[in-house]
């Protein structure tokens, strides 16, 4: 039996075709309900428009001036990259080169290996480094916490913000957007529609 464009639902094992889904179409389990795929005609040059956009934004981010402090006539500067140097200067190495992974690098990275992976797609070349590049994007993006630190930045400027007068610079704005075009570059990285094309490249 050719098993080529089936995919077995992750939570319940049935198979499905979803070979024959067109452009902008989703489909779930029809038994237990479960994403399966979502089918898109452009997605490898969504994906490399997001990506692009994104490392551009966090190169911006990385920078300018992130937030500024006022209080009793002092000024403080911070910058991204600070925030894990600071750490560093605070005697916490660990912390310092665990937050800068998680907000800087290893995104970074993802993105790289995204944009790589996604024009190796889109010119329709066979790299011996597909599959591997491609695991490793799925790994990493579970150790990326983009969301989490902005949120995490948002919490705390409330409660800053009571104590002094907080300027957001120009690499806040740089890194709102950065996340958002992080989240679309992997919302448009659908996994299924992915290792389809890569086996049919490398078949
Ligand atoms: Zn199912």
Known sequence: MNLEGFLACPSCDVLFDISTLEDGESAHCSRCGHFLSTYRADATQRVIAYTSSALMLLALACSYP?????ASGLESVMTLPQTALNLWHYGMPGLAFLVAAFI????????VL???????????????????????????????????FFIGVLVSLVKIGHM????????????????LFFVLSLAGLDRAQYWQRIEALQS
């Open 164 to 179: 002094a007068t907080v300027i957001m610079g120009l690499s806040f704005w740089a890194y709102a957007l950065f996340s």
């Open 66 to 70: 992130f937030m500024s402090f006022k």
């Open 114 to 148: 995204m944009l790589a992976l996604n024009v190796a797609l889109l010119f329709e070349r066979d790299c011996d480094w597909l599959r591997p590049v491609g695991r490793l994007i799925y790994w990493l993006q579970n150790w990326s916490m983009v969301e989490v």
């Open 104 to 111: 800087i690098f290893i995104p970074a990275l993802v993105l």
